[in-house]
């Protein structure tokens, strides 16, 4: 178990990890279609969730009995939270670089999830317009962005033993809604070389691909 | 004890101890444009060092790294300035203070992400004389940006302004005037800083022929240039320039490398900037937003910050991949080629140890 502290003023969140067990996962991997989660399932799941609470609480309520928590989301709320879910996920390729004390997790038409640990503490990053935490959880390795407006996203990377299949699940959340829309994606190693053609993204031209 | 009962030579020393110390913590707010009109003529040297006090926002290493390149990518604007003005001896930048060139600045760069740049300028003289001592602030404005082509290499100022030129350009035109207003001549301070500079190869070398108090020097006797150890002082003086001038070809071909990238991500970085400012201004209307809208905040959030890790990223890559690539510099001297590793620094303390031991082995002979 590990336990950490910002340096700042404000109250921390503690995080409970358990002991940090890093593996490497280096290399290309393509989403698997037919394992990963269909958007509209997790967002069906949330949507009994939430109806289950509402049974719940009516029931309370015809009881003459008092229930904690807010208002549950509208629906409204979900479609939002899927389409943020839709725009977070849309990585199917990534490319994971690892060192020692660094690892940075590319994503195909998005930014790197990077993060800069030896394991033996979270690391805690703050930019102009948000902050993430990351590090190792056991054998998997966590990210966890708290953005503006209360928008928070974590991704959880974890490997399969035969070292063939990564897992990657995202959780997305606002503050209008009380349960996390979760999507796990399943990815399998590739040979970018086998493709036939290299793409790379570039600052002043976008993405150019070339055939070999 | 008042002034009036110091003696001359104490009540001089207390006025260039007033003057030396000086310092205004004002910032200079840069004018846009600022005049570029510079009246002095000079040929004395200038040698520009440059150091970064930008708090590491994110506590990372890649961060750090890139602060301090970033600092040698506006030292080299800087030095563009002086060089195109076509006013001033040989202008280089030094990877540390060093007594060679006639005027140093010192440039410390306190403040920048794209909407401000903030730079703490000194020049001071080999004799000691503290001419500058002054913070510029530089504000950007999205015309400033608009039209700012990717600088394809740090070349000519007037080709590749950027948002901040202004502020290269006020540094110059304020250090033009204390030079002029100093009218010290080249002679006498390139005398001071040979000797100087002789001085720390052999601390014994020249002896009384400089008068040292207080962080000031002033000239007794001058050498002879028919004096063995002129000679041999001036050489080793000439192998110390070859270093910096060789690694500063090698600097340059990297920070073009990265310039490019570096001001797309000022561009990113002001952009996000400004989105907050105006996202705080509306933050007491957010509850009049349609539903729609949740979506469009939260979408405009993580969007926003995708762009600036994207840029971001880029550019902290680029800035590790080339300090990780081997750093080596090889020197010709005398028929012998001397090669030098590591960071810019450590090449350079390396290089200076290489010519003490030299003087040091030619004295024993």
């Not at chain 2, 306190?110 to 703490?120: A, V, Y």
């Not at chain 2, 050489?235 to 690694?247: A, N, Q, S």
């Not at chain 2, 979506?295 to 880029?314: G, P, T």
Request: net charge negative; glycine share 6%.
């Amino acid at each position: 178990m590990a336990l950490i502290s910002a340096c700042s003023n404000d109250p921390v969140k503690e995080e409970i990890t358990r002991r940090a067990s890093p593996v490497d996962m280096s290399g290309h991997w393509e989403m698997d279609y037919a394992k990963s989660d269909n958007l509209q399932d997790q967002l069906n799941s949330v949507a009994r969730q939430i109806r289950r609470e509402a049974a719940r609480r009516e029931q309370l309520a015809k009881e003459g009995r008092g229930f904690p928590g807010g208002p549950l989301p509208a629906r409204r709320d979900l479609i939002t939270l899927a389409r943020l879910a839709e725009i977070i996920t849309e990585p199917t390729l990534l490319e994971v670089i690892q060192a020692a004390e660094r690892i940075r997790v590319k994503r195909e038409n998005s930014f790197a999830l990077v993060c800069e640990t030896d394991g033996s503490a979270i690391s805690i990053t703050m930019d102009l317009l948000g902050e993430q935490r990351c590090g190792w959880d056991g054998a998997q390795l966590f990210f966890m962005l708290t953005l503006q407006e209360g928008l928070e996203v974590t991704h959880r990377l974890s490997q399969s033993n035969e070292g063939d299949a990564l897992l990657l699940v995202t959780s997305v959340e606002t503050p209008d809604t009380k349960f996390p829309l979760v999507v796990s994606q399943y990815f399998k190693r590739y040979d970018p070389e086998s493709l036939g053609y290299q793409c790379e993204r570039t600052l002043t031209r976008g993405r150019i691909c070339t055939t070999r | 004890m008042g002034l009036s009962t110091l003696s001359p030579t104490m009540l001089a020393d207390v006025v260039a101890e007033t003057q030396r110390h000086s310092v205004s913590n004002i910032p200079t707010l840069v004018a846009n444009p600022e005049s570029r009109d510079v009246s002095l003529r000079s040929e004395l040297d200038v040698g520009i060092i440059v150091s970064s006090e930008v708090p590491i926002q994110s506590g990372t290493k890649a961060e750090a790294s890139f602060r301090k390149t970033e600092a040698q990518l506006l030292a080299g604007k800087q030095r563009l300035v002086f060089d195109e003005s076509g006013r001033w001896g040989v202008v280089r930048l030094f990877p540390e203070h060093s007594v060679i060139p006639q005027l140093m600045l010192d440039l410390v760069v306190r403040q920048s992400d794209g909407r401000e740049l903030l730079i703490e300028a000194s020049l001071t003289a080999v004799n000691g004389d503290v001419l500058l001592n002054q913070i510029y602030l530089d504000r950007s404005g999205m015309d400033r940006f608009e039209g700012t082509e990717p600088i394809p290499h740090v070349g000519r100022a007037s080709d590749s302004e950027g948002p901040f030129a202004d502020l290269f350009h006020r540094i110059h035109t304020d250090a033009a005037r204390v030079v002029f207003e100093s009218a010290r001549s080249k002679t006498y301070l390139g005398t001071i800083s040979f000797l100087r500079y002789a001085q720390q190869l052999v601390p014994t070398a020249f002896s009384g022929y400089l008068n040292s108090r207080d962080g000031e020097w002033t000239l007794l006797r001058e050498p002879s240039e028919k004096d063995p150890m002129y000679a041999r002082v001036a050489k080793l003086r000439d192998y110390e320039l070859l270093f910096v001038d060789t690694i500063d070809e090698q600097l340059g071909a990297t920070l073009r490398d990265i310039d490019v990238a570096y001001t797309l991500w000022l561009t990113a970085s002001k952009e996000q900037l400004d989105w907050l400012e105006r996202r705080r201004a509306r933050g007491l209307q957010v509850e009049s937003f349609t539903d729609d809208s949740a979506f469009a905040r939260h979408q405009a959030v993580y969007a926003a910050y995708r762009s600036l890790k994207i840029h971001e990223q880029e550019l902290f890559e680029l800035v590790l991949d080339l300090e990780s690539e081997s750093r080596s510099t090889a020197l010709n001297v005398e028929n012998t080629v001397v090669k030098l590793e590591g960071t810019l620094e450590q090449q350079y303390r390396e290089w200076r140890e290489t010519l003490l031991k030299i003087i040091q082995l030619e004295n024993t002979f």
